[in-house]
Every structure is written in structure tokens, then in C-alpha cells.
């Protein structure tokens, strides 16, 4: 899941993006306005976790614009106001949930999974292929019912793969959805964590390389 | 429906008591310049017929005559009498009546500017009164009262504005200590060096709030006015800062000057202290490396002590200058939260200043930054 987190306190910004990429979540971190409405033109975000107070371009200014060009990513906002006027202001101009500063991280990571759950096409919280299960929001996937004990990375890549329900994923693709911006287009993070979950995942294998074209989970 | 009448009843008390003061004052005033009217040619008659008995008696003839034509006039005045005292009554209830619908004519503005007054609250003060008409008395006091319903609602809201970035400012920062420790202590390979940092980051932000909490306080006492005044040089005070500052200014890499004559000034000296420490701070913070502080005390020609406190830095466009000195407005758009910028410094200078009765002068320096001048009246 691609997550961008816009808040100007930077040690909260900072704080949130560490968090949220050991949840297994690609976190881009803006800490003004402007800077995430460029973050935006250039990638799509499932879920865009808003600060409503910012300096520059306010938050309200961007969520509009997020609600209009980019209506499949889902706007969770922060919110710093005393009162439930300003609170809930954000939903009207086209949020998808609120959370009132000061809040617990916790269900700030289970209100983003909600939301990117939500982000279109909706999908289950639990996704299967064959004798593959994967409960997203209480992080868990079997196989045969045996638990697999894989990384956050190596769990988000299972999950995106799943997501997509036998369609043939890029690299590229993966290298955008569930890594961040911090990984290098060249490197082969993505196939040496494919290698890594199909040992896990073990046999018989699940997920097929497509010559020139990506990896599949599951019958096309 | 009795509670309804007693108290439509007691408005109409309220609401018309001046109106029918008013039209009874009318009416007293008529029936008694009425009856003078009427006194005078009752007593010039009376006094006329008297004198005329006196010279009537050594003449001696005639004076039968002059009985009978005297209780014919008699008679006659009588008459009138009557007839005015009729018309008087008449008059008096008539100029009661128009007397009535006069005051309440003129009173009209009176009870619209009640009604509104009364309609305009807290929640509704960005009504006004805007009474149209002559240039009256009733007038003026419309516009006065606008006047200071404008002034109420500028204080409301530059209050709520306050509160709510005071919530913002104090909440944000615990938000993130909130977070730094429940990320770190849901670390499964957290060890106590990631510990240790997080320590770090959470003691990092109480100072911050400390010296948002501090800086709220200052304001606010500063706000309330001076409680005591002693002599001081703002000279000393200016050096004793300086003494506490000359490693972040050197740090900054920038440049000072200084010209500190004596600046005698009766006040706090904990709050002159703040003033100059705020203003440094600031001259410190919106500079740019090369940059150049000038700090200047003394007294000017007509005795008044001034402060000047000068610096290089982003140009600030002149429209924005009073913008600065509210509470939590930044010179630039820029608030990481790494950085202690509050964003109350110039608010304190101001609430001070104020509360010394000194006056502030900002000028936007052409080539970036700021001139800001503290004058005192002369002590």
C-alpha cells in the first residue's frame, strides 16, 4: 500500500513514516503543501494521511484537490482543532475519515488499512488464492494452514500480488505500490524479495514469472 | 397567559415610560403655559376694573352707569374665562395625544437600536446597527455603538484565533511524542540504542512546549499590564542578553553592531528583558549567513528612549509587517517542527511594549528584513 503523510511538525512526520513502513506500508513524507501536491501529480497514492493545519498551501486546499484529481486515493485527516466543527470540517471537503490530534498510532495504522482497503476496486479483508490466506488487517497469512512468517515487505508484496487476483504484475508496478520512493529503480529489491517469499510461501509454488512481462499469483 | 400579560405588560412599562413621560411633559407644559395665557387678561381685567372704581368715585356723576357697564364686561369675562378654560382642557388632552405620537415617532430609532442591540451577541456580532437618517443624535449613538461592536468582534475573534492556534501549537507537538514512543515500543527489534533516541525526541519536545507554555505566560501577563516599575537601562539589559546570545549569533554566522548609549525607561525588567531577547532572536532566526544585526539604544532629541533592533534577512513584503505581530504568524511559511518558532515573539515585543506605553515602529528594509523601533515616552 502507498501511503504519502503530509504534516509540517517534522518529528511527527518522521515518527509516522518509520511506524507505518514496519506495518508493511510505502510511506512518502511531505511536510508542506506544495510539496505534496508535487508528490501527487507524480504517483499514485492509495492513501493520502493529511494534516488539516499546514503552512503554504492549506490542507483543506489540498484535500480538495486530491478529492477531485485523484478520486481513488482515500484522504484520512489530521486534525489539531478543539472543536467538532473543524473536526469533522475536513469530511465535507472530500475526506474519507478523521482522526483528532492527539491520537494513538495504532489506530492510525488500523484507519489507513481500512481506508486502503477501500481504495478502489474494494477488497475483502481477507484475501485467498488456493490454500493461500492473507488477513490484511490482522497481518496474518497461512498456507494449508500453517502460519508464514514473513517480513513486512515480503507481506505487502503478497498482499499487492493477491490484490490483483491472477493479473500479471510489472516490476516496475511493484517497485511503485509497495516500495517507496526511496527505492532505487535498479536495483533487484523486487526480485530478490519475490525469491525470498516464494521459499517461504513453499511448494507447490504459487507465484509465476511472466518472461518479459512481470509475476502472477495464481491461475490467469 | 397571565405570566404573558404581566410581562407584555411590564415591556410596555419598559419600552414607553420615556414616551409617555415625554407626552405628559407636552401636555403639563401646554396646561400651564394655557393657564398663564389665561391668567394674564383674567388679571389685567380684574386689576382694570378695580383702578377704574378708585378714579370713578371723586368724579361723582356717572357713576350708576358705570356699575352697570362693569357688571356687563363681568359677565363677559366670565364667559371667556369659561370658554378658555373649555379650550385649555380640550388643547391640554389634544397636545397629550400628539405629544404621544410624537415621542414615539421620535423614539422609533431608540427602539430599533434596543431591538438590534439586544439581537446582536456574541454569536451575532458581525451584525450592526447602520441607522439610516438624519445626522441626529440618535445617529451618533447608532455609530457608536457600531463602533464598538466592531471592536468587540475584532477582540472575539482574534481570541478564538488564539485559542485555536494555541490547541494547534500545543497539541501537535504531543501528538508526536504520543507517536515517537508507541512506535518505538512497538519495535520488534528495538534495542536500547532505538530506546535511547526516542528518549531523546520525547525530552526534545517537552522543552519545546516549555517554551511555548513560558512564552503563552509571558503574553499573557504582559497582556494584563505592569504590576511594578523600577528604573532601567534597556543599555544593560541589551548587553546582558547579548552576553547570553553571542554563541547562536555566532553560529549563525552573522555580524553585529552595536551602539549602546543609556536608554533610562521606568518598567519590568523581566518583560524589557523579553522584549530584547525576543527581538534578537528573531533578528537571529530570519537572517540569512553573512548577515548583520544592529542594535541601538538611547535617548532621541525630545527625550524619549528608544530601541532599535535591525536585521538582514528575507524580504518581508510591507503589507504583511501588523500580520506578524499576531500571535502565531510566522515571517516565513515554514514551521518544522524540529525548530522552536512559536511564532509569539513579535505578539510578546507588542503586548510589552504596550503595557510600558511605547510605541512600535516595523519598516521592511528594501533589501530584506527588518527595522524595528521601541520608543518610551520620556520618564
Not at chain 1, 503552512?55 to 489530521?78: F, K, N, Q, Y
Not at chain 1, 478543539?82 to 470540517?89: A, E, I, M, Q, S
Not at chain 1, 488499512?113 to 484475501?127: E, I, N, Q, T, Y
Not at chain 2, 439586544?118 to 441607522?131: C, E, G, M, Q
Amino acid at each position: 500500500m502507498r501511503v504519502l503523510v503530509v504534516e509540517d511538525f517534522e518529528v511527527l512526520a518522521q515518527s509516522l513514516a518509520t511506524g507505518m513502513r514496519r506495518e508493511g506500508m510505502a510511506v512518502d513524507v511531505a511536510l508542506d503543501g506544495v510539496t505534496a501536491l508535487e508528490h501527487l501529480s507524480l504517483t499514485r497514492y492509495d492513501v493520502v494521511v493529511l494534516d488539516r493545519d499546514l503552512p503554504g498551501v492549506h490542507g483543506d486546499e489540498v484535500c480538495r484537490r486530491v478529492a477531485a484529481d485523484s478520486p481513488s486515493s482515500r484522504i484520512l485527516m489530521l486534525t489539531a482543532s478543539g472543536t467538532l466543527r473543524d473536526r469533522v470540517g475536513g469530511l465535507e471537503l472530500g475526506a474519507d475519515d478523521y482522526l483528532a490530534k492527539p491520537f494513538d498510532f495504532p489506530e492510525l495504522v488500523a484507519r489507513v488499512r481500512a481506508l486502503g482497503r477501500r481504495s478502489a476496486p474494494a477488497l475483502p479483508p481477507v484475501l485467498a488464492c488456493g490454500d493461500l490466506t492473507l488477513d490484511s488487517s490482522r497481518r496474518v497469512a497461512t498456507r494449508a494452514g500453517r502460519h508464514l512468517d514473513l517480513s513486512p515487505k515480503e507481506f505487502a508484496l503478497l498482499e499487492y500480488l493477491l490484490s490483483c487476483a491472477g493479473r500479471v504484475v510489472s516490476a516496475e508496478e511493484l517497485l511503485e505500490r509497495v516500495w517507496d520512493e526511496a527505492a532505487d529503480p535498479f536495483t533487484t529489491t523486487v526480485k530478490t524479495t519475490i525469491r525470498r517469499l516464494r521459499a517461504k510461501l513453499g511448494d507447490p509454488p504459487l507465484i509465476a514469472t511472466v518472461r518479459e512481462a512481470g509475476y502472477r499469483i495464481g491461475t490467469p | 397567559m397571565t405570566a404573558r400579560g404581566v410581562s407584555l405588560g411590564g415591556l410596555w412599562r419598559a419600552r414607553h415610560t420615556v414616551r409617555a413621560r415625554l407626552a405628559l411633559g407636552y401636555a403639563g407644559v401646554f396646561f400651564v403655559s394655557g393657564l398663564v395665557l389665561l391668567a394674564i387678561p383674567a388679571g389685567f381685567v380684574h386689576g382694570g376694573s378695580t383702578s377704574s372704581a378708585v378714579t370713578a368715585h371723586p368724579s361723582g356723576p356717572g357713576t350708576r352707569v358705570d356699575v352697570i357697564a362693569r357688571s356687563q364686561h363681568s359677565s363677559d369675562v366670565h364667559q371667556l374665562i369659561l370658554g378658555s378654560v373649555v379650550a385649555l382642557v380640550v388643547l391640554v388632552a389634544v397636545s397629550g395625544l400628539l405629544g404621544w405620537w410624537l415621542a414615539g415617532r421620535l423614539l422609533r430609532p431608540l427602539r430599533t437600536i434596543t431591538e438590534t442591540a439586544r439581537d446582536i451577541s456574541a454569536s451575532n456580532l458581525h451584525r450592526r446597527l447602520a441607522l439610516a437618517g438624519p445626522d441626529d443624535e440618535f445617529k451618533e449613538l447608532g455609530e457608536t455603538l457600531d463602533d464598538l461592536f466592531a471592536r468587540l468582534e475584532a477582540s472575539f475573534d482574534s481570541q478564538r484565533r488564539f485559542v485555536a492556534n494555541a490547541s494547534h501549537e500545543l497539541r501537535t507537538p504531543l501528538t508526536a511524542e504520543r507517536t515517537v514512543l508507541q512506535v518505538a515500543l512497538a519495535d520488534p527489534a528495538g534495542d536500547a540504542e532505538s530506546l535511547r533516541v526516542a528518549c531523546g525526541q520525547v525530552l526534545a519536545l517537552g522543552e519545546q512546549q516549555e517554551r511555548l507554555i513560558d512564552a503563552l505566560l509571558t503574553l499573557a501577563t504582559s497582556e494584563r499590564g505592569l504590576d511594578d516599575r523600577e528604573p532601567c537601562d534597556l543599555a544593560d539589559i541589551a548587553a546582558t542578553v547579548l552576553a547570553s546570545r553571542s554563541a547562536s549569533i555566532e553560529r549563525a554566522g552573522l555580524e553585529l553592531e552595536l551602539a549602546l548609549s543609556r536608554a533610562p525607561v521606568d518598567g519590568d525588567r523581566a518583560l524589557l528583558d523579553s522584549v530584547v531577547t525576543n527581538l534578537l532572536d528573531n533578528a537571529t532566526r530570519y537572517n540569512h549567513p553573512g548577515g548583520r544585526i544592529a542594535i541601538i539604544t538611547g535617548t532621541n532629541d525630545d527625550g524619549r528612549t528608544t530601541l532599535t533592533v535591525a536585521n538582514t534577512g528575507p524580504t518581508v513584503p510591507p503589507e504583511e509587517l501588523a500580520r506578524l505581530f499576531r500571535p502565531f504568524e510566522r515571517i516565513t511559511a515554514d514551521r518544522t517542527g524540529a525548530s522552536d518558532r512559536h511564532g509569539l515573539g513579535l505578539a510578546i515585543v507588542q503586548a510589552i511594549a504596550e503595557a510600558h506605553h511605547a510605541s512600535i515602529r516595523a519598516r521592511a528594509r528594501s533589501g530584506g528584513g527588518l527595522d524595528i523601533e521601541i520608543s518610551f515616552a520620556a520618564g
